[in-house]
């Protein structure tokens, strides 16, 4: 069965410095998005992703986010000069249509740790 | 804009019974859909269950049932004949087919399942 996956499955990194979080969607989908969960709180959209552009993003999601789609597998969360506050698990997510008609299928997460 | 409650933080139920996780919602779209994704300690967020606004009947995908009652605005999942695996934080989320592509998750429930 098509999965979603994502690499790291854990990166620790020191604040100010930059990361990039990989997925790869499920092959025929075509909206991708990612989310983040704060430990012991709601998962939480960050930004979707469709024809190659950002549809829709969050408050959460700033400059200091971005996002791309270098080749025709991979989809990528840049985030850079990281806080400590953005210490979470990032989930990527993708499915075949839109929010209400079809499922997301989440990724294992990423556990992003910033001392 | 969408709001999803879950009421319960935590739920205990003994093994081989049914448990209801409550979900009620709130939505002003026409066409939206309801699901319910399992988190379990490992932290990945696995798609149970799916419930389209239009759909007549209510979902079931094996032991997980979805009670829906669209007067009542609530989406609960029933789970049947409980299993220890079954041991979980449960999110119910939901999506808008037209104005927005993200999921808006409410906060969990934990169920707990006990011998």
């Known amino acids: 069965e098509p999965e979603v996956t994502q690499t790291p499955s854990h990166q620790v990194t020191q604040m100010g410095q930059e990361v990039i979080l990989r997925c790869v969607p499920i092959s025929n989908h075509l909206y991708f998005y990612w989310y983040r969960q704060i430990l012991g709180q709601k998962v939480e959209f960050l930004v979707s992703f469709y024809n190659n552009e950002i549809s829709e993003k969050s408050e959460i999601f700033d400059d200091q986010f971005s996002v791309e789609r270098p080749d025709g597998s991979n989809f990528t969360l840049k985030i850079r000069s990281t806080k400590l506050e953005d210490s979470a698990m990032y989930f990527c997510?993708?499915?075949?249509?839109?929010?209400?008609?079809?499922?997301?299928?989440f990724g294992p997460g990423t556990r992003l740790t910033v001392l | 804009a969408q709001k999803i409650t879950q009421t319960q933080p935590g739920m205990f139920v003994q093994e081989k019974e049914a448990v209801t996780l409550d979900c009620t919602y709130d939505?002003?779209?026409?066409?939206?859909?309801l699901f319910w994704y399992k988190q379990p300690s490992s932290g990945e967020m696995i798609f149970l269950i799916y419930q389209g606004s239009y759909d007549e009947q209510n979902a079931t995908e094996g032991r997980y049932s979805l009670n829906f009652q669209k007067a009542r605005k609530s989406a609960n999942l029933v789970i049947s004949a409980s299993q220890l695996g079954d041991s979980a934080m449960y999110f119910c989320a939901g999506g808008e087919s037209y104005n927005t592509d993200k999921l808006i998750f409410g906060t969990g429930t934990r169920l707990q399942v006990f011998p």
């Open positions: 997510a993708s499915s075949e249509g839109l929010a209400g008609d079809d499922t997301q299928y």
């Open positions: 939505t002003s779209d026409q066409s939206y859909g």
